[in-house]
């Protein structure tokens, strides 16, 4: 399967714990995407990098949150301190720039957060 | 403030029929929009592109119509299918793509 696998799938976790998700990209894109999504909501952006820069952070990111791609592949998102709000599917996604705007970000299969 | 808007929550349609999903954006400056498919417990599927070069692009049952006059963007989806039931997300790529809340589709035999 050479698509965008997230790591885990579901996550249960208390109230004040630190969570941490993993995603890896489709192996030669270089773009990499936090969404987050809630019930009725379409995903709202986190976060994103090209190779290991991180060049947006969105308002919605709290510093309870961190996210990281250390080597340009893989990628992780840091939840500190979780709260009950913090409850939602986040979603990682990939693209590879270079053909422009116009290239369609795939997404991996999102890890559900349930804080309780 | 929402940049894209999809005003109808829900939409229910026979099998074999049309179905058309209407998305709104604020920003002339946009060009270049996509649809995505999203099942429950999945991650959203690119169905659709299209460029503020065109107004018309199409691939086999699906078809995305922009005006960009009226900054409106819709997908159309003949002849629609059980298969096609699912939550539908227009959006535009600015670098990052931003997202509307979505349409529920549901295609009934």
């Known amino acids: 399967d050479t698509g965008v696998s997230q790591d885990p799938r579901h996550k249960i976790t208390k109230r004040g714990q630190n969570v941490t998700f993993r995603c890896d990209p489709i192996?030669?894109?270089?773009?990499l995407y936090w969404y987050r999504q809630t019930l009725g909501q379409g995903p709202e952006f986190l976060t994103y990098?090209?190779?290991?820069?991180?060049?947006?952070k969105s308002r919605l990111l709290s510093d309870r949150f961190s996210a990281e791609r250390p080597k340009g592949s893989f990628s992780t998102l840091e939840i500190q301190r979780t709260e009950q709000g913090d409850s939602a599917m986040y979603l990682c996604?990939?693209?590879?720039?270079?053909?422009?705007?116009?290239?369609?970000?795939?997404f991996g299969q999102g890890t559900r957060l349930t804080v309780v | 403030d929402q940049q894209v808007k999809q005003n109808s929550p829900s939409l229910s349609v026979q099998e074999g029929r049309i179905s058309i999903l209407n998305c709104d954006y604020t920003?002339?400056?946009?060009?270049?929009f996509l649809w995505y498919k999203k099942y429950p417990a999945e991650g959203p599927t690119f169905l659709i592109s299209?460029?503020?070069?065109?107004d018309k692009n199409e691939d086999g049952r699906f078809t995305v119509f922009l005006n960009k006059s009226a900054k409106h963007l819709s997908l159309h989806i003949v002849p629609s299918q059980p298969g096609d039931s699912a939550v539908y997300f227009c959006a535009v790529n600015t670098d990052k793509l931003i997202f509307g809340t979505g349409t529920r589709l549901q295609v009934f035999p």
């Open positions: 192996s030669e894109h270089n773009r």
């Open positions: 299209i460029s503020s070069i065109k």
């Open positions: 920003n002339s400056m946009f060009d270049y």
């Open positions: 990098f090209q190779n290991e820069a991180q060049l947006e």
């Open positions: 996604a990939s693209s590879l720039l270079g053909r422009g705007l116009g290239t369609e970000a795939f």
